[in-house]
């Protein structure tokens, strides 16, 4: 931990150099986004990408791609150094991601019938964590490619989080219970 306070100026800017991004330890994880719609999200979600170094961000379907102003801004231009890689729809991510990485395991976000507490999962790399839109989440076609579908348990009204925030708890706990 640091206890560096960094302010907005300091936030905004990041021009790591090729060397600093070549020392960046990069983690057999991916995110694979399914039809997420709004652009501060998927911004975010570089972010969070950057925060873990992980692998690869599959975007796919109607999601808005870099370069935008809008992912750029919320960014941090981490879109700038967090491979990414369109698809047009998740399961062909998540079979294309299958076909490079041996043994990875395709792992839903998201509220369903068949899904389990995200904290009783043995998160071993490599593994892709899949999310949905803001609206209806993942596509059945999306959920039944994945290997398990994970969900965090709501215990107030609201049922559901923004898909930033699910991604985030979700994978950070994966991340400080990685065994390999």
Not at 40 to 53: E, H, Q, S, T, V
Not at 121 to 129: E, N, R, S
Not at 146 to 156: F, H, L, N, S
């Given at each position: 931990m640091t206890?560096?306070?960094l302010g907005a100026k300091e936030l905004r800017v990041s021009d790591p150099t090729k060397e600093e991004l070549a020392k960046i330890k990069r983690r057999?994880?991916?995110f694979i986004l399914d039809e997420v719609w709004d652009t501060y999200n998927i911004g975010g979600i570089f972010r969070l990408?950057?925060?873990l170094g992980v692998k690869k961000i599959y975007i796919c379907g109607a999601s808005e791609t870099p370069p935008n102003h809008r992912i750029k801004k919320a960014s941090i231009n981490t879109t700038e150094w967090v491979e990414w890689e369109y698809k047009e729809t998740a399961v062909e991510a998540i079979e294309d991601l299958r076909k490079k990485v041996s043994g990875v395991k395709a792992i839903a976000v998201e509220q369903d019938k068949n899904s389990i507490p995200y904290t009783e999962v043995k998160y071993d790399l490599p593994f892709a964590f899949v999310v949905g839109?803001?609206?209806s989440g993942c596509s059945r076609e999306t959920l039944d490619a994945c290997d398990v579908i994970v969900e965090?348990?709501?215990w107030?009204?609201?049922?559901?989080m923004n898909v930033i925030i699910s991604l985030?708890?979700?994978s950070f706990f994966a991340a400080r219970n990685l065994k390999s």
């Amino acid at each position: 931990m640091t206890d560096l306070k960094l302010g907005a100026k300091e936030l905004r800017v990041s021009d790591p150099t090729k060397e600093e991004l070549a020392k960046i330890k990069r983690r057999e994880i991916y995110f694979i986004l399914d039809e997420v719609w709004d652009t501060y999200n998927i911004g975010g979600i570089f972010r969070l990408a950057d925060a873990l170094g992980v692998k690869k961000i599959y975007i796919c379907g109607a999601s808005e791609t870099p370069p935008n102003h809008r992912i750029k801004k919320a960014s941090i231009n981490t879109t700038e150094w967090v491979e990414w890689e369109y698809k047009e729809t998740a399961v062909e991510a998540i079979e294309d991601l299958r076909k490079k990485v041996s043994g990875v395991k395709a792992i839903a976000v998201e509220q369903d019938k068949n899904s389990i507490p995200y904290t009783e999962v043995k998160y071993d790399l490599p593994f892709a964590f899949v999310v949905g839109n803001e609206t209806s989440g993942c596509s059945r076609e999306t959920l039944d490619a994945c290997d398990v579908i994970v969900e965090i348990p709501m215990w107030g009204v609201n049922k559901s989080m923004n898909v930033i925030i699910s991604l985030g708890i979700v994978s950070f706990f994966a991340a400080r219970n990685l065994k390999s």
